[in-house]
Structure formats: C-alpha cells, structure tokens
C-alpha cells in the first residue's frame, strides 16, 4: 500500500474513531438528561398533587374567613368552632410546606438544574421545575431567549423590569413581556420566598444585560482590538528575543566547546565522543527553544481570547488545561505528605535497625563478638538473610501507603510480577535454598582445595546460587548449588592446615623383593619429596598380596593441599629414583623375560660399569 493510501486511511479511521466518540458522549448526555428529565417530572408530579391540596385548603380557608366575619358577635360558639377549622387548615399547610421542602432537598443531591446563560455561556441561574406545560429545560430555553431579545433594546435600563406578584407567582415583567414566573416551587429549590427570589433574578438580569451593551458597543470592541494587537505584538517580541537568546547560547556552546566539551566517558569507555555529545546539548538547546516559544504562545492565547466576551469561555478552557493538573498536582502532593512522612520515618527506622544489625554481624564475623554455637563465616550470610527479610517487611508496610497502591491497574501489575516471580524463580530458588544450606553446612570456603563429583579444584567464588572451581588446568567451572547439594563434596583443605592432609600412592612390588627393601625405598622417596612433611614421618601400608605382586601404599602428610599434582608427579619421580638405586625392579604391569643375566628394568644410570644395559639386553616381553 502506497503512502498516499495509508494516510488517507489513517484519516478515515480517525475520522471514524471521532465521529463515534462524539456519538457515545452524546448518547451519554441524553441518558443523563433522560434520567433527569424522569427525576424532575416525578417530583413535579407530586409536587403539583401538594399544589393541589393547597389550593383545595385554601379555597376552603378563604370560604371559612368568610363566614367567619359574616357571622355576628354575639355568635361566640360558631365563630371558635371557625377559628379551631382555620388554624387546623394553617397547621397543615405549615407541614406541607415542610414536605415540599424536604422532597426538594433530596433532590438536589442528584439533579443538576439547567443554567440559563443567554450571554457568552455566563450562568445567571438554574432552573430546576417545570412550570405549566412547559419542562425545565424548555422553560430555560424560553427565559434565555427573552432576556436576548431584551438586551437588542437600545435603551434599556435595569429598572425597566418590574416584580408583578399574584396570588401564585411572582413575575418578571419588562413592559407588556413577561421574562419569567417564579413559583413556590422556585422560591423552595432556592431557600427562598417567591418575592425575595424575583428581586434577586431581576437585579442578575438586569445587570448581565447592562454589562453585554457595554461590552459589545463599538468602542468596547475597538478596545478590545487595540489590546489584542498589543498582545500580538508583544508575543511576537517576545518569541524574537527567545530566538535571540537561545541563537546566542548556541554561539556560546560552539565557543566553549574545544574547552568544556570532551565526549562522555564512562571508565574506559566513551559513551559519548565530542562531536556527539555537542550535538546532544545543541539538540536540548532547541528543544527548549521551541518549549519556551510554545509556552509563550500557550500563555498569550487565553489573554487574547479573555479580551473579547464572545471568547471569555475558551480562555478560561485553555487557562484549566494549564492550571488545573498544576492544582492537582499540588493538591495531591498535600494530600500525600502525611503518608510521605510516615514512609520515610518507616524507612530510617528500617535503615539504622539493618546498620546496628550490620555491625553485630561485622563483629562477629572478625572474632571480637562471640557467640556459642555461631560460627564466624555465618555472620555475613545471616545479615544477607535478615537484611532481604527486614526489606521484604518494610516494602509490605510503605505498600499501602503508597500512591494508587489500591487502583486496579496497580493491583494488577502486583499480581502479574508475583505470578511472573512464582512461575519463573523454581530453578533459581532451590539454587538459593542450597545455598543457604551449604553456608550453614560450612562444607568448603573461598580458596579450599575440594572434590565435587569428578570436578576437582580451588573454590574461588561461592555466591547464593553458583559455586565457582578452578581446576589445576585454570579450567573455571560453574556448578549450580542444587548440584552440589545432589552429590557427595570431599574437601581437602578443611585439616590440612592442623592436621594434615595424608597424601598416597600404591606400587606393586614382585615377591621376591624383601617387604622391608621395598619400604626403606618408599620412605625415603616420600622423605625427598618437597612439601610433604618429615614429621609426622611417612610410612607404608601393604594393602593387598596379589597373584604375582605385592601392593605397597605410601603414605605421607602434607599442609599444602593445593599443590597435590605437583607433589604426586614429585613423589612418583623420587620413587623410580629410589627404587632403581635400591636395585628393585617395578613389576608393574608384568613382565616375563628370558633371562640372560643382566638387569631388564633399571636404567642404565643406576648400573653398574660391568653390568650391561637393557638397550643392549634382550627386550623383556610386555604383557598385560
């Protein structure tokens, strides 16, 4: 699809999207309306059965007082029995009044009246009953366009409107016009009397009136003009010298920049060479440029438009966009610094209980405290474990206290990251419980010489989910501490030092070798052998009598665990040395051999002159 063709369709969708918003919010309106119009037609309803009654009661009182003064005076019984009817029929239009009333107040908490504004969207009042035929939104629509047709009256003047009271209204008359009839009901939403509330919308009428010939006569526009102009005027000077300004902080950056700006290095690393990090800040430089210009342009508008009356209402719109989330904002910052106060109170209770914690755990961990049972290499680790526990128990305790912790969208991500945590923490976290395990179990430490499975090495890290070894071939394996926890863990280093570590090695020996020659050999192979100890002295087990050999096992101590390839490849030397000096053969894998008088095995080094060599010898016969 061509580019053409995508932004048309764009504009259709948005088109579309508008064009149903627009038919949703007015289908609202309506249903609010609807809703409204029903509350106001029941109220009426029965508020005109109590008018009714009224009316009733008050025929009959006006019949009454009328006989009451056609009677004589000598008639003294029949004129009491009249009065007694008469201030019963007073006492209950006093409680109907009363009723009246407190219908109307329930009302007011859900109905909203309908605003007559027959100037620029200025509320006079409201209307909330219907009065005759006619609802209270017609009968608002009514009233607004009586007062326009008076404020084309070039002459009119405020006192012009006249208050004509009757018996059940009090009107708003301009000479043969009646603007409006103000009823009991009236008077009753307004905590009013019908008279007292006539004079009232007299004066507010009036005066809107008054107030809209003056500010649409021809010398108030022409005002209005002039500022306007100015206000243009001065907007364009002021968007100049920004232009200015920000022209002149460009100049400024490419001046300094051979002195100030040097690339952004983080380390070794440059994030940001010269070049860019100049452009970086010339870009910033225009982006607040145009945000100042924007700004100046957003501010000069409700002037402009607050100017003219026709466009007062749009000021005041663009004046809220800007104020009112600035309001809001305050408004919730105020609101929240009670709660603010708490979480950081909460917070450095929690962060100097974790410190004093910190330094009981330092203590112990360098030997000054101590405590029975509690090893040393268990401080660390149990702060490590306490200090998650105690966060945990803080972020519980400032969660409700936090902004939009009960909205819905809120809630949700909560859950979402619990359930993400539960579902994808299962490998992880039996790594984490192993390795708790393991710092309590004190299996092995930093730098321990140690066994796991067929891994061998140096511990050169051990973290909560992976124990790190480097083998004797600088060779670093990962093992994750389930595993670890899953196979059997020799350790070599743990007493080493107070003990020693006994290394061994076996040689098969023939039986013709006498046991004690062979044992003198290995010892002092074993004694020549660096790093293994003179005392404790070595000393050799004979481990089994095979079928052609004996098995001699050497065995030695050592302190220095890490070093054992080097020490076995030193050892297995001196005992060929040892061995061959002695003149004891290594049987081992067997050898048979036509034998011509020369020795077969030892070196010719270890031989004597007369004695021939074993190049020069028959070649023994392997044989495994």
Known sequence: ??????????????????????????????????????????????????????????????????????????????KEELLLELERLKSIETERLLLKRKKIDSLKTSVTGYPITPFFKDT????????????????????????????NQFLFQPDSIQVIATETTADLVFKDLIIMSI?????????????????????????????????????????????AIAVLLILLAIIYFIGKLFNYTNQKIDFLKEKYIKGFHIGNYELLTADRQLHFILGINKILKWFFVLLAVYISLP?????????????????????????????SVINYLPNLFTIIVIFLTFRYLIKAIR???????????????????????????????LYAFMFVTIFPLLPSSDSPVFKGVSVFLGVLLTFGSSGPLSNLIAGLVLTYMRAFKIGDRIKIGDVTGDIIERSMLVTRIRTIKNE?????????????????SSDAVDKGLIMHTTVTIGYDVPWKEIQHALIEAALRTEHLLKDPQPFVLQTSLEDFYVAYQINAYTKEPNKQAVIYSNLHQNIQDCCNE?????????????????????????????????????TPKKED
């Not at 609802?135 to 607004?144: G, H, P, Q």
């Not at 438009?305 to 600035?326: C, K, N």
């Not at 961990?365 to 998650?388: C, H, N, S």
């Open 124 to 151: 006079l009042f409201l209307i909330y009953n219907k009065f005759g035929s006619l609802t209270a939104k017609e009968r608002a629509l009514s009233i607004n366009n009586k007062i326009q047709l008076l404020a």
């Open 303 to 331: 002037i402009l438009f607050s100017i003219f009356p026709w466009t007062q209402g749009y000021a005041e719109t663009l004046f809220s966009y800007l104020i009112d989330p600035l309001k809001d904002i305050l408004h």
């Open 582 to 618: 002695a003149g004891i053969e290594i049987m081992s894998p067997h050898y048979r051999a036509e034998r011509d008088g020369n020795l077969t095995t030892i070196p010719s080094d270890y031989l004597a002159n007369e004695k021939q060599s074993p190049i020069n010898s028959q």
């Open 1 to 78: 699809m061509s580019t053409k063709h995508k932004f048309i369709s764009t504009l259709f969708c948005l088109f579309f999207v508008s064009q149903f918003v627009y038919s949703q919010k007015i289908n609202n309106q309506n249903l609010a309306d609807t809703v409204q119009v029903t509350m106001l037609n029941q109220q009426s309803n029965q508020l005109k059965e109590l008018e009714n009654a009224r009316k009733a009661d008050s025929i009959k009182r006006v019949t009454l007082q009328a006989k009451f003064d056609a009677l004589s005076t000598v008639d003294n019984i029949k």
């Open 476 to 492: 670093i394996i990962s093992i994750p501490n389930s595993n670890v926890m899953s196979n059997h863990t020799t350790n070599f």
């Open 359 to 389: 330094f009981f755990a330092t203590e112990i961990q360098r030997g000054a405290l101590e405590i029975d049972g509690f090893y040393p290499d268990w401080a660390m680790p149990t702060f490590q474990i306490i200090k998650v526990l």
């Open 183 to 227: 009823s009991e009901d009236d008077a009753l939403w307004q905590n009013s009397s019908k008279e007292d509330l006539a004079k009232k919308y007299k004066d507010i009428i009036g005066e809107s009136i008054k107030n809209f010939q003056e500010e649409t006569s021809w010398v108030s526009i022409a005002k209005e003009i002039g500022m």
